[in-house]
């Protein structure tokens, strides 16, 4: 709890000039995002594609023995905010995050399905568990518009994962090879 009034703490000392229109992430949407990933400043330029959508999105770091990497908030007037935590370190773990919680507010939070989405991606269904449908959504869009699945199953990636076959799918999508 304290991690997330934090995200929401700092959302609100950033707010964007334009409100949030509901529904407007989309699969489309994401995929917009992912491009992003391209290039060098990615990381920034999603922050200010987000904004210019009513979007907040914040890096507050995680608490110690607090395992989260991401959340999917709502602020007091109904605009969505993503906090990620960048627990692990990486440039394929961030945009995967930062597209899961997108994919919360678009096929849950805008659907009335949810106002808070907190997240340890690390988690993933135990044995003999039933997975929680709304993660494996996210997980499915976020997926999907980074490397849409009927790209994967002809990819020359799926079956021989070089680095040169990586960086070739990673072009012809126009995302990060991470």
């Given at each position: 709890?304290?991690?997330?009034?934090?995200?929401?703490?700092?959302?609100?000392?950033?707010?964007?000039?334009?409100?949030?229109?509901?529904?407007?992430?989309?699969?489309?949407?994401?995929?917009?995002?992912?491009?992003?990933?391209?290039?060098?400043?990615?990381?920034?330029?999603?922050?200010?594609?987000?904004?210019?959508?009513?979007?907040?999105?914040?890096?507050?770091?995680?608490?110690?023995?607090?395992?989260?990497?991401?959340?999917?908030?709502?602020?007091?007037?109904?605009?969505?905010?993503?906090?990620?935590?960048?627990?692990?370190?990486?440039?394929?773990?961030?945009?995967?995050?930062?597209?899961?919680?997108?994919?919360?507010?678009?096929r849950?939070?805008?659907?009335?399905?949810?106002?808070?989405?907190?997240?340890?991606?690390?988690?993933?269904?135990t044995?003999?568990?039933?997975?929680?449908?709304?993660?494996?959504?996210?997980?499915?869009?976020?997926?999907?518009?980074?490397?849409?699945?009927?790209?994967?199953?002809?990819?020359?990636?799926r079956?021989?994962?070089?680095?040169?076959?990586?960086?070739?799918?990673?072009n012809a999508?126009?995302v990060?090879?991470?």
């Amino acid at each position: 709890k304290a991690w997330c009034w934090q995200v929401l703490a700092t959302a609100n000392e950033e707010l964007p000039e334009r409100d949030y229109e509901p529904h407007t992430v989309t699969l489309d949407f994401l995929k917009q995002v992912a491009r992003l990933s391209w290039s060098e400043d990615g990381p920034r330029l999603a922050r200010e594609f987000l904004s210019k959508q009513g979007i907040l999105f914040v890096v507050v770091a995680h608490l110690p023995k607090i395992y989260l990497d991401g959340a999917a908030l709502r602020l007091g007037d109904g605009r969505p905010v993503i906090g990620l935590t960048l627990r692990h370190d990486r440039i394929d773990n961030f945009w995967f995050c930062l597209l899961h919680e997108l994919a919360h507010v678009g096929r849950h939070m805008d659907n009335n399905e949810g106002e808070a989405f907190i997240d340890d991606l690390t988690l993933r269904r135990t044995e003999g568990g039933m997975a929680d449908q709304k993660e494996t959504q996210a997980d499915e869009w976020a997926e999907e518009s980074l490397i849409p699945k009927s790209v994967w199953e002809t990819s020359a990636v799926r079956h021989q994962p070089t680095p040169m076959a990586v960086i070739n799918l990673a072009n012809a999508l126009q995302v990060h090879p991470a």
